[in-house]
């Protein structure tokens, strides 16, 4: 690989309600990469409890050299937290990951060699394969578009990235300012922004990462929160001129739809028309 772009940071942020066994499982992943990076940020997005600290400490002392933690005085929520994490970030290249994902080991090795390939891409994502309890109860895929015309198609209405599965430019993310201050979906803006802002983009057509879908995601999917902030990042993106009045109530309409419905017909709906749907996928 150039010498410019051999080395990577990993970004990811960690909050009180989070679980210790997941954020272990998660941290793991990264350290077990087949191209591994030379750091990895850990924002503390405000106080955590004893078993979270209990675990990041003994990560920190295993790998000092490697783990770079932020403590935040106030749980900010995910957008502002990244947004400090970022400017701690000493590589430009920085992969994202959640604190209860499980990234495959292969990666941030296919990532970055795409980036090495390909000096004017930006943004790196790929497929995500969501898991109940173990990645060996993988019930869907959310599969993303390839190309970079056909990622921008999909911008205008939902997020043609797995944010979490997310490798991108430092330099590109800062120009385009940022997560900034949405409650969630603040990636959705944001790659909307750096797409509109002429940022190259591709996704790999393989699973890079296993994400947790249990129902406290299904929760968080349905809560006012979500919809609200969906609909907000729309609204801004209609402003920018970056999708039709068309896509601005579509988005609306789907985002009503998904607050109001029972459970049951969300994650029917989700299933048959958002997923790819799996009966049986081992790691």
């Known amino acids: 690989m150039s010498a410019q772009i051999n080395n990577y940071s990993v970004l990811m942020s960690v909050y009180d309600k989070e679980k210790p066994e997941y954020l272990r499982q998660a941290i793991d992943s990264i350290l077990n990469q087949t191209y591994k990076p030379d750091q990895f940020v850990i924002v503390e997005d405000g106080r955590l409890n004893d078993a979270l600290y209990k675990v990041l400490d003994h990560y920190t002392t295993e790998y000092p050299e490697l783990i770079c933690r932020l403590p935040l005085e106030h749980n900010y929520g995910l957008g502002i937290a990244l947004d400090r994490g970022l400017e701690i970030c000493r590589n430009n290249l920085v992969a994202r990951m959640d604190s209860d994902d499980i990234s495959v080991k292969d990666r941030c090795e296919k990532q970055m060699k795409l980036f090495s390939d390909n000096p004017s891409l930006s943004i790196v994502s790929g497929c995500i394969a969501e898991f109940v309890d173990d990645v060996s109860n ?115 309409f789907a985002q009503f739809f998904f607050y109001l419905a029972p459970d049951s017909l969300v994650e029917l709906v989700t299933r048959n028309h958002l997923r790819e749907q799996i009966t049986h996928r081992s790691r």
Not at 148 to 154: D, K, S, T
Not at 155 to 178: C, D, Q, W
Not at 210 to 225: G, I, M, P, V
Not at 228 to 252: G, I, P, T
Request: hydrophobic fraction near 35%.
């Open 138 to 252: 993988v019930v869907s895929i959310r599969n993303v578009p390839e190309r970079h015309e056909a990622i921008r198609r999909q911008m205008r209405t939902r997020s043609a990235f797995n944010h979490p599965a997310v490798m991108y430019k430092k330099s590109e993310v800062i120009l385009s300012g940022g997560y900034g201050k949405l409650k969630r979906k603040q990636d959705h803006d944001l790659f909307s922004r750096m797409m509109n802002n002429g940022c190259r983009a591709y996704n790999i057509q393989d699973v890079i990462l296993y994400f947790r879908a249990d129902k406290e995601n299904l929760r968080r999917r349905k809560s006012w929160t979500n919809c609200n902030s969906y609909m907000k990042a729309q609204w801004n993106m209609f402003r920018r001129h970056e999708c039709s009045l068309k896509d601005l109530l579509y988005v609306d």
